[in-house]
C-alpha cells in the first residue's frame, strides 16, 4: 500500500470518528449558581448558595403547550449540604415565546422565557429533615429565565442550540414551594426562593469542525513525515 492511499484510509477513519463523537449527545449541560434571597427553611437560610445541574436537548420532540421532556436528573445542590434531585419523569422544560397569560408561573406578559420545573423532587441533607418540609404531599422546584419578546432573546418554541447568557435575561429566579397535600412536622409549611448569578452552558464534546480541523492538520502532518522518510530512502 502507498503512502498516499494509507493518508487517505487514514483520513476516512479520522473523519469518520470526528462525525460520530460530534452525534453521541445531543444533551446540552447547563451548571448554574444562585444564592437563596428568602427562606422560611432553617436548613436552608437566606444567603445559601446554589449550584444546579440542568440538562435539554434541543432536538427533542415538543410534549405540548411549550413543553419538552427532561433528559436526565437535575441536581440542585445547596450549601451546607441540602440536595434537591429531580429524575427525568418528574419534570419538564418549557419554553414560552411571548407569553399572553399575566404572571404565568411568573413569567410577566409579553415576555419570552424557558424554565425547569419539578414536582416533589428527592430531598437529601438537612433539608430532608427540615421540620418545615411538606411530606406526603406535593412540591414544587421551578428554575426560570425569562425577557421581554422585544429583547428577541428567543427566537422560537424550540429550545435554543445556545443558551442566551445571564444579562440576556431581565428575570434569572428560583423557588421551592408546597403545592397541596402532606403535612409538614412544625405545622407549618415553608418555601425559599433565590436569583440566579451565573449560567455557564457545558459542552460535552468539541463541535465537529474544530475536530475536523485538528483531525485533517495531523493527517496531513503525518503525509509529510511519510514523504521525507521515503525521500531519505
Known sequence: MTSLSRMIQCSVVVFSLCFAFSSVAATIELEVTGTVTASGFASVPVGTSLTAFLYYDPAAAPLGGGAYPQPQAEIFEFGGGSTLTAPPGIGQIVDIIDNSV?????????????????????????IASDPNLLTGGTTSLELLF?????????????LPDIFPSLPQWTIASFDFIPVFGGSCASGSCASFAGAVDSVVQVTPEPATGPLAALAFSAVLLAYRRMRVRAKKT
Not at 404572571?103 to 416533589?120: N, R
Request: hydrophobic share 30%; no cysteine; proline share 13%.
Open 102 to 126: 399575566p404572571g404565568f408561573q411568573g413569567v410577566p406578559f409579553g415576555d419570552d422565557a424557558i424554565y425547569w420545573i419539578e414536582t416533589s423532587p428527592t430531598a437529601t441533607g438537612p
Open 146 to 158: 425569562a425577557a421581554p419578546h422585544s429583547d428577541g432573546v428567543l427566537t422560537s418554541g424550540t
